[in-house]
């Protein structure tokens, strides 16, 4: 909450980019509504283990903090959905590539290795005997 310690000095600047701030939020909830579509259709034909949304997704527990006021609540709330739908979605489509492709990407300097390549144990790159005895030919 570091926009509490530059509330005054930066009001208008707040003030201009709220609608910013706020405008993905209708594009949020058709994302959420499509991939869930998508988690609760595709993935038991798959065979894939369904992701628990709670695990992922809070946006009512903030508001129970009473040294908020209502604005910074509502704001706790968009957040904790957007940054938890965000996570929910990544953790959606590293099993759904987990199932279509469980290869890692090509180590490039600067490259972030994705966490989920790793705790799914994909095949390193380039490694043909690895994929094979892992996935079949």
């Not at 201009?16 to 405008?23: E, N, R, S, Y």
């Not at 994302?31 to 695990?55: A, M, N, Q, W």
């Amino acid at each position: 909450m570091d926009y509490r310690k530059f509330c005054r000095k930066r009001f208008f600047g707040h003030l201009i980019a709220t609608p910013f701030l706020w405008a993905p939020l209708p594009m949020l909830i058709v994302l959420d509504i499509l991939s869930e579509l998508y988690h609760r259709v595709c993935f038991p034909i798959y065979g894939i283990t369904k992701v628990r949304r709670s695990e992922y997704i809070q946006i009512i527990d903030r508001n129970k903090l009473q040294y908020l006021n209502f604005f910074e609540k509502i704001g706790c709330m968009y957040c904790g959905y957007a940054n938890g739908l965000s996570a929910y979605l990544k953790e959606i489509a590293g099993r759904t590539e987990k199932y279509w492709c469980g290869i890692m990407h090509e180590t490039k300097p600067g490259f972030k290795v994705q966490a989920h390549q790793i705790e799914q144990k994909f095949s390193p790159f380039g490694d043909k005997d690895d994929c094979e005895k892992k996935y079949g030919k």
